[in-house]
Structure formats: structure tokens, C-alpha cells
């Protein structure tokens, strides 16, 4: 029988954790596995983590249950940091021992072999593995055993990735949680308005907030959370899913608790009314956002940035009452004593978290003593964000009696250096790219000219000068696009194409034969350090661009051990993020306010959204600085402005001087 059409087995539950106490909701909850972050390197540094000592203890613990740990070291990684994660890496390995890391940078990859790491090697959402074809290079090229797709995906986009899954690589899919609006690793809003970046797990979640268009004050961009709930009974028949995936590791253990149990009961007795009931039950007190199927069912697809829906985290209880200086609480719903509850949203900033020091039955009255200047207004919203209900509370401890039990683990940082492959970088002459949409805008560039891969440009491909362009493909390629790049991709290469940029690694599984060509690995690709650069050069590239996140430390450090020759965005349109999806209430090619005045405007190209900023990314003079520390390509990216867009005079420096958080 062949592997593909044979019975799968039952995907994991996989449990996050944010600090120990979720550790062991998950673990009282029976799930299959946890993952969770150390205090460095983590996408989610929002979350309390572990320190080595603390992941120790409980992964012993875990083990002796049955249950396995993965560790996300999914940050990007800055060129001074590269010893620092190896050292940890190796550390983890000898003292924590998890089943796996979940990674987003390419330098990882090697710092694993160089350590001879024992754990699996798991791709992140955030490296965007969203077409087939790029499949089979992760597992072939870069040993890599577990995908953790975009959460954008529908179930018949999933089964296609699926189906063209080879043997050793399992597939991980999220069925609960937050959603970002910018697609995973496509999204720099955060970064771009204050240094701290979401690829290294600081995300301020700017798209959270009130802006402003044409008198409307909405939160356009803030998104329900995902449930796939009694949907994910769906992803039973699909082979390869290795694990329904929880997000969460920010969240308390009642969170964890209920969600870990609601999956459970949805992926063992799916087909017991009854057992379904509970689990919806369990899901909709897990005081998560309201739940949305976002575009899991092709046919049927919700859109999760709507502005008529609250999505404030934690379960709306109730709105405050009484005078502002003497505020009081109405349950929805019974508090108990020592739950947790947060007035207002995260981004007021006299928002505060209050802690019940009584019960209060449904309906009844808590008066709410709150600090000096936490004052809010009448009628604002009222989340309960966690809950310490008794039976969970004993749980905890009897697990807590069996924690402290273990020996505790003595752990002394080993000293760890990054091994360079010796390679000779030919020395390129620099030159000027300007990149552009439309054929027709190319007039005034004063270098070499690239184009953005689009399907109108099959049309246009007989009336250009096909081998001199640089021809870009888009930083996002979902599974129905995959077809039309390929076939755009034949012609090109039928008429001579030979200078192309990828922006995302894996991209180039989709040329047969790319030697001879001159490949490039695009800005989007997030590349931060010489040893993720390096990473390509087996896979086929010629040459990198790095990630415009940097600062000028950074820059200058990465080219000292790169392997292939080095450009950089020095001038242009960089957005903000790209999504899949745009509210309903939200116009494009209109510009928008953010609280403090910043201005931007969402477009879309193909079959993605792009946010940008109204001004624009401008290091042109550190141009000298950049090419004497060994940057050959500067790439200027030069977007069509639409008519209402007026761009705004900023020094556009980005982190330069601001530093990467």
C-alpha cells in the first residue's frame, strides 16, 4: 500500500507553554507534546520563557509522562549572536535533551550539525514553507523533519502540500489561537515604527490598534483568533500532519488546560455528539478572542479582521459601571476569587490587570479599587484573561510535588565558536538594481533594472530584454499560485532569463537546474548573519541580500565571513507587512492613521495585500560605509504610487542607528 493512501496516524496534540505553570496544565491536560522558548532566542519574548535549569526539570518530567518537548529558538539571529545561540544549543542538547527545535534562521541549521544536535529540526511559520515544491528541498538539502505551515492555508491547500510531502518530513497545522495579520515572517510593522521586531519575538502588535481613514476609527487590522474546533476533524484523513499545533505561549494555564482537553476530545471521539458538546463548552470558556475558521474551508472562507467583532484577548465578563473615580464590575458571568482580569485593551495606556479578591456570582457586583491614574471612563470593557479554578489548582501541585522531587540540574555554559566554511568571495563590482512593478516605469533608473514576477507580464515577455532584467518573485507563493510562477518561470527561461531574485530560500526548488544562473536570495528572506548566508550556497545561490532590519553594527559585521557576494536595500517602498486578507471597512490605495500620526496605505498585487508606510527606507548615505565594509548590490525599490499618495520626508534610517531589538 502506498504511504500516502495508507490509514495516517493520530496527529499530536502540541501544547504551548509560556512559563511553568501552563508547562503542567499541559501536562495534567494529557497532551502529546509542549513547546516552549528560553529566555533568548524566542519568537514570543512577550512570554516569561525558561531558563536551561527550569526547561531541565520540567522536560524530565514531561519525559517520565510520556510527553515530548520542543524548544522554539525561532528568532532571528543577529551576526554577534551566532556563539552566543551555539552555546545554548549545545547546552540545550546536553542538558535539556528536547525532542526537537523549532527554528526560522538558516544558520541554526548548521550550528545544529556542527554540534551534532540529537533533536529533529522543525521550520517555523515564520520561514513561510507555503508551496509543494519547496518540500522536498527542505527535507533533501537541509535535513530538516518537520514543516510548521502558515496558518493562511485552506484544508484543500493543506492536502496538496500534503500529497507532495516526502518521506521523513511530517507537517505541524495550527487549529487554535491568535492570528497575525501580516503573514508569519512577511511582517515588519513593528520593526519599522520602533526597532522592535517580530522575527525576533518583540512585536509591539501594532496592527492591534485604532486607525483612522476618512473619519472611520477602527482596529482594521486586529484579528479574531483561529478555532478550527469541530472542523479539525477534517485533518484526520490528511497524511503527514504530524501535529495539530496550539497557539498560545503567552497565555495562563487555564488557557492551556482547556484548549489541550478540547482538542483532545475532537481528535479521539469526534464523533460523539455529546463529547463535542463538552469540547466547544471547554473551547468557549478558554478565555481566548472569539473564534473564527479564517480560510480553512475553501468555499466558505471568513474574513478575521472585521471591526464589528471585539478582539480583545480574554473573555469579555463585562463592562465597568458607577462614577470614574468609584468603577464597578456586573458579571456576564461568575468571578471567582483570584481570577485575573484586564480593563480595557493592551495599547490603553490606562489599561491595568486587576486580580478578584472575592467571589461574585453572575450578575452580581465587584467594586474595583484600582491604582492612582488607572481610572477608566464608564462602559469600558472588562477580559477575563485567567482563571485558577480549584480542580486545575490541584492538578498543578500534585505535579509540582513530583517537580520538586528531581534532582535539580547544575548546568554550566559551554564555551561554543562558529565554525566558517573557508571560501574565496569573488569580488564584484557594485552597481545600482532599481526594481519595479511595471515595465514601463523603468525609464529613469540609472543602473540595471529588475522586474516584480507577475502574471500580466507573461504578455509583456516577448517585448523585453529578458536577459538583462532581475527578475524578482514575490516573498509569498501559496499553493494555487505555484503553478502560474512555474509556467512564467519556463518562459522566461525559454527566452534567456538568466538574473532572477528569491525571497524566501526555498524558492529555488522550483528551478530543474540553476547552475549557470545567476540566483540571488532576496531581502525578504530575512538573511541577518554570514552563517545563515552561507547556508545557500549549496542550495545555488550566487549571491544574498540581506534583511533591511539590520542596524549598522550589524551590516558591517556579516559580510566578514559571508561566502557569497552581499547586496542591500538602500532606498524605496518597504512595507509594513504583507496579508492575505484586507477588512471589508479598510479602502486601498487610501491612506490610513495610526494614533500617533504615522501615515500608510494598503494596496494589493497578485494575489496578496501590501501595507505600506508613506515615506520611505533611505540608507543611500551610508552608501560608501556599506560598500567599503563589502556590499556590492544596492537595490533600490520603487513601488507605483497611487494618486492619492503623497510620500512624507523622514530620514527613513529604519534601525540604522536605532539598533535590532
Known sequence: MNEHTKKPSKPAILAPAGNRASFLAAIAAGTDAVYCGLKNFSARMEAKNFTLDQLASLARLARDEGIKVYVALNSLVRPDELDKVGSILKDLDRHVRPDGIIIQDLSLVGLARQIGFSGELHLSTLANISFSSALKLVRGSLGVDRVVLPRELSIDEIKVLAKECPKGLSLEVFVHGALCYGVSGRCYWSSFLGGKSGLRGRCVQPCRRFYTQKGQKKRFFSCQDLSLDVLAKVLLGVPRIGAWKIEGRKKGPHYVYHT????????????????????????AFALGRRGTHYNFLSQRPQNPARTDIQTGSGLLIGRTGGAKKRPYLSPRDEILRGDLLRLG??????????????????????????????????????????????????????????????????IRPQAFHTRFTKRSRKRAGAFELYVYRNKSDDRAAKGRTGLWLSNKLIKEVPRVSVSRLWWWFPPVIWPEDEKGISKLLALLLKR??????????????MFKNPKGMNIWAGPFCNLANPAAVNMLV???????IVSPELSRADYLLLPRHSSLPLGVVIWGNWPLCVSRILCDNLKTNTTFSSPRGEKAWATRFEANYWVYPNWTLDIRREKDVLKKAGYSLFVHLIEPLPRQIELKKRPGLWNWDLGLA
Open 538 to 544: 549549496s542550495l545555488g545561490y550566487s549571491g544574498a
Open 260 to 283: 489541550v482537553r478540547a482538542y483532545r476530545m475532537l481528535r479521539d471521539q469526534a464523533g460523539d455528539p455529546e463529547v463535542k458538546k463538552e469540547a466547544l463548552e471547554l473551547l
Open 496 to 509: 534567456g532569463a538568466r538574473n532572477f531574485v528569491l525571497n524566501a530560500p526555498w524558492q529555488i526548488a
Open 345 to 410: 485593551y493592551e495599547d490603553e495606556p490606562w489599561h491595568t490587570i486587576y486580580k478578584a479578591n472575592k467571589y461574585v456570582p453572575k450578575n452580581g457586583r465587584l467594586d474595583l479599587k484600582l491604582p492612582l491614574g488607572k481610572s477608566p471612563r464608564k462602559g469600558t470593557p472588562i477580559f477575563l484573561v485567567d482563571r485558577r479554578e480549584g480542580q486545575l489548582e490541584g492538578l498543578l501541585r500534585r505535579l509540582e510535588a513530583k517537580l520538586t522531587k528531581a534532582p535539580a540540574a547544575e
